[in-house]
Each structure stands twice: as structure tokens, then as C-alpha cells.
């Protein structure tokens, strides 16, 4: 089955700082991958996600790439902000949806 | 995106009883899941609660323990049988939109289950 990887665990920026959080899946054949923001004591929150036809996606601060061929997707964050304080998760999917472990960013004021 | 509730939002039982936590969605769905998540873990996928047919689990997730309905395409239950400290998690509902497979999945609120 589908084995999802993530790194970092944590992460910590200076606000207005970018922040990259890069996740590797193992099924080849996995062609969805969404991106979830979780607040403490929150559910997991849908902030973007890519198909496998698309190498990169983007909305306002937020890009995902894609590279098929590694088997690799990032999210990019560009101008963080405190808000964006949460923990991330990754997700991949060919009928099951497998997360990775997630990443707790913290963004300094 | 579909609106999620789940009943009840937390509970406290003691070990041995049994808790039933339902999951409501405003509109028709065709996938519904049940992840457990565990303190500061990942979602671990349950089960896919499938309408008028018997759950599929994962792997390490069995019926006796985690009984699921699924009586219309609104509607799910997850029932947390026989219960042990170790199962206290939150547990949430997952709805998919859409007639595609690997279609978003929305989270319900989640139940903050505690087990003593």
C-alpha cells in the first residue's frame, strides 16, 4: 500500500519568511495529493491540492509542485504570517488516502 | 464543500463500555471514512463506511471492535466497542465530494474521546 513520507516534523520561521514542507509517497500510482492545515483542537482543513496531471498549483501565498517522477510534492508558503501557525499534513491517494506524519510550523512575529 | 457534524463532540467513558458516534452530512455523498487520530499523531484511516453494505477496514482495524453503519448516503455511525485507555483519540468523519474517485475529502469536526 501507499506509504507517505514528511519532513520536517517542525519548522519555525520569521514571520514574512517562506516555508517549504516536502512529502514523499511510494505508489506510483497515486494521483491525488491534498494538502490539510490543522489549528489546535481543529479539524483538518482542505488549503490545496494537485492531481497528477499538474506539476504546480498555486493560490495567493500558497504552491504545491509536483514531481511524478521522484515521487515527491512540496508545499510552498510565501510572506508567512503568524495565522499560518499549524500543523501540516500531507496526503496521498489512489482510492485510500494515506497522511504523512505532519508538520508543526510555528511562525515568530 | 459538504457541511459535517459530528454527535457528540467529546465524551468521557469508562473501560468496558461501549461509545457510538454518529457523523451527519447536508448533502448525499457517495464515500464516507472513519480516521482516528491519536494525540499529536497523523489520520489513521478506519474504515470506508459503505452504504447498504458492510464497512471495508484497514488493516489493524476489525469489525468486532469498531462496528460502522451506513444506512443511507447521509448518514454514518462508528461504534468504539468494549473500551480501553488506548482507544482514546479523536475521532473523525470524512466525507468525499463528487463522482470521481480520489475526490476531496472533508473532515467532519471530530469526537475528542477519553477513556478511563
Known amino acids: 500500500g501507499e506509504n507517505v513520507e514528511q519532513h520536517p516534523s517542525t519548522l519555525s520561521v520569521q514571520e514574512g519568511d517562506s516555508a517549504v514542507i516536502k512529502c514523499t509517497y511510494s505508489?506510483?500510482?497515486?494521483?491525488?495529493f491534498p494538502w490539510y492545515k490543522q489549528e489546535l483542537g481543529k479539524r483538518p482543513q482542505l488549503i490545496i491540492d494537485i492531481r497528477s496531471n499538474v506539476g504546480e498549483k498555486k493560490d495567493q501565498r500558497i504552491a504545491v509542485t509536483l514531481n511524478k517522477t521522484a515521487k515527491h510534492f512540496s508545499l510552498h508558503i510565501t510572506e508567512t504570517q503568524p495565522e499560518d501557525s499549524a500543523v501540516y499534513f500531507c496526503a496521498a491517494s489512489n482510492n485510500d488516502m494515506r497522511f504523512g506524519a505532519g508538520t508543526r510550523l510555528t511562525v515568530k512575529p | 464543500s459538504a457541511v459535517i457534524s459530528q454527535k457528540p463532540s467529546r465524551d468521557i467513558c469508562q473501560r468496558g463500555t461501549s461509545l457510538t458516534i454518529q457523523c451527519q452530512v447536508d448533502s448525499q455523498v457517495t464515500m464516507m471514512f472513519w480516521y482516528r487520530q491519536q494525540p499529536g499523531q497523523s489520520l489513521t484511516l478506519i474504515a470506508t463506511a459503505n452504504q447498504g453494505s458492510e464497512a471495508t477496514y484497514e488493516s489493524g482495524f476489525v469489525i468486532d471492535k469498531f462496528p460502522i453503519s451506513r444506512p443511507n448516503l447521509t448518514f454514518s455511525t462508528l461504534t468504539v466497542s468494549n473500551m480501553s485507555p488506548e482507544d482514546s483519540s479523536i475521532y473523525l468523519c470524512?466525507?468525499?465530494?463528487?463522482?470521481?474517485?480520489?475526490?476531496?475529502?472533508?473532515f467532519g469536526p471530530g469526537t475528542r474521546l477519553t477513556v478511563l
Open positions: 470524512s466525507v468525499e465530494t463528487g463522482q470521481v474517485s480520489t475526490d476531496t475529502q472533508y
Open positions: 505508489d506510483s500510482a497515486s494521483n491525488y
